[in-house]
């Protein structure tokens, strides 16, 4: 019994210390001229769409959930950010070249296409996040129009 | 017999009709496109090789070779030398790297996903042909279609043989596809 009570206060002991090393923050206060939106002058409920379903992982600016301020789970969001906009920055998309957009475009249409994207363990929380089938096809047959 | 004669006539203009449009759908399926000729040059021969060696992981469905052959292809683009290359191409070419880089990265990262590693390998393609035209190549080149790939929008690919064997189906559909271009060195 002793030894239980120790090993949890070891356990809380180390989940406080997690908290002193929380995360670093994905924010920008403006939106550069190379961004998605701004560089093919999206129609407004495009961009809507991107923002509530890809923006958070995939640009400069995440809207953080509360819990992200809670560790270890903060750490595991980050580096599913870091991961996303390695790949696909839309805040900087205007800056790739116009080959690296149109194979993005591609990329962008099979994963969303293949429903790989938006990430099922992110629209599991981020109900907003999920595309309806009308919000899929819209957002899909727009990102067509911008292949050549 | 004169309406058999009109009957006769009007089917073999329907008929012609037929023909003539189901000829119109094979071009613009099949696609094919004037051969080019490249500059006779080993710049590329280490891209190519392994390029090619890639496209033959995935004919089989080897998708953890393709990984490996992934990763080489990418140290291969890192190792590619500009300098060399003609200045007003240098831009293009460093372009071309570095969207080809990318793929290369990512199928050498998704070694349980042929899927995935087929979806870079088509956009890794045209990078590879593209960069090719332009760098010259030490070998003829054949881009084959095949029409079938990603809900029949098609995908392309390039090979040293004119004999159809598919890296977008492997095994299940080998021979899907014909050769769209010719690629020779002058």
Known sequence: MKRLKIIGLVLLVVLVGLQFFPIGTNHSTTIPSTDFVKTYKAPEDIAQTLQSSCYNCHSNNTEYPWYSKVQPVGWLLEDHINKGKEVLNLSEFGSYSSRRQQSKLMSMISQIEDDKMPLASYTFIHRDARLSKEKKKTLLDYLRTLKD | ?186
């Open chain 2, 1 to 186: 017999m004169r309406k058999i004669i009109i009957l006769l006539s009007l089917a073999l203009i329907s008929l012609g009709a037929f023909a003539q449009h189901d000829h119109s759908k094979m071009t613009t399926k099949k696609k094919v496109q004037p051969s080019v000729k490249v500059e006779h040059s080993k710049s590329a021969s280490a891209i190519i090789d392994n390029y090619l060696a890639l496209k033959d992981a995935l004919v089989k469905d080897d998708s953890k070779n393709a990984a490996s052959l992934g990763k080489k292809l990418f140290d291969d683009f890192a190792k590619f030398d500009l300098s060399v290359q003609a200045k007003q191409q240098q831009n293009e070419l460093a372009e071309i790297i570095e969207d080809a880089s990318e793929h290369a990265k990512h199928i050498s990262e998704n070694s349980k996903d042929i899927g995935h590693q087929r979806e870079h390998f088509e956009i890794l393609s045209k990078d590879v042909k593209d960069m090719v035209i332009i760098t010259g190549s030490d070998r003829t080149l054949y881009q084959a279609f095949c029409p079938m790939y990603n809900n029949n929008k098609g995908g392309a690919w390039l090979s040293t043989s004119k004999e159809i064997r598919n890296p977008y189906f492997g095994s299940k559909m080998l021979k899907c596809g014909s050769v769209q271009q010719e690629i020779s060195v002058k």
